[in-house]
């Protein structure tokens, strides 16, 4: 299983927003509304950001939102802060029944 | 309030076995699938194994299929992967992490992390 494509990083001001994307096959983020995103900051647990594309957990800040549209889901960062500087990581569930990661985003506030 | 206590890591040669544990609380662990989730010393996650909320059905990612195995044991509360014929690749941080309901699909719970080095 081939792991999802993600930018390596992306960048933005406070205040500004960003969008990652994540890009599979039909036979993952194309063929299931199960796309999860995770917040991961140094040294520390990945965080769960949204799940079935675009579903925000209690708790998490609704600047965060999700989307799909065929093969390539989106996270969305609006009124960047500075507390939003992370690794950001894709999830896909797949045909194979199996889960399958992208290779993470690292995203800077400047 | 959910927590996942991972232990078990350690140094290991090339072909050896570690079992790592995965103690839970806050929640009923019956009801939860469990996955295991893997990250390589400055590289992203990898998702390594699942298994079903009763223990019935188990999940694989190619690279450690036929190496590791996944099991849990509710009496004990307890997420376990028995790693076998480990590799250098293998070497990571190793997260347990809750399923969000029964399916694995999402994770929404982790712990802490505990780490394998496979070296001679």
């Known amino acids: 299983q081939s792991a999802l494509t993600q930018p390596a990083s992306v960048s933005g001001s406070p205040g500004q927003s960003i969008s990652i994307s994540c890009t599979g096959t039909?036979?993952?983020?194309?063929?299931?509304?199960?796309v999860s995103w995770y917040q991961q900051h140094p040294g520390k647990a990945p965080k769960l950001m949204i799940h079935a594309v675009s579903n925000r957990p209690s708790g998490v800040s609704s600047r965060f939102s999700g989307s799909k549209s065929g093969n390539t889901a989106s996270l969305t960062v609006s009124g960047l802060q500075s507390e939003d500087e992370a690794d950001y990581y894709c999830?896909?569930?797949?045909?194979?029944?199996?889960?399958?990661f992208g290779g993470g985003t690292k995203l800077t506030v400047v | 309030e959910v927590q996942l206590l991972e232990s078990g890591g350690g140094l290991v040669q090339p072909g050896g076995s570690l079992t790592l544990s995965c103690a839970a609380s806050?929640?009923?662990?019956?009801?939860?699938?469990m996955s295991w989730v893997r990250q390589a010393p400055g590289k992203g996650l990898e998702w390594v194994s699942a298994?079903?909320?009763?223990?019935?059905?188990?999940y694989y990612a190619d690279a450690v299929k036929g190496r590791f195995t996944i099991s849990r044991d509710s009496s004990k509360i307890t997420l376990y992967l028995q790693m076998n014929s480990l590799r250098a690749e293998d070497t990571a941080v190793y997260y347990c992490?809750?399923?969000?309901?029964?399916?694995?699909?999402?994770?929404?719970?982790w712990g802490q992390g505990t780490t394998v080095t496979v070296s001679s």
């Open positions: 806050g929640f009923t662990f019956s009801n939860y699938a």
């Open positions: 039909s036979s993952d983020v194309g063929g299931y509304n199960y």
């Open positions: 992490a809750k399923g969000q309901g029964r399916g694995i699909q999402t994770m929404d719970v």
């Open positions: 298994i079903s909320g009763s223990g019935g059905s188990t």
């Open positions: 999830t896909s569930y797949t045909s194979s029944s199996t889960l399958v």
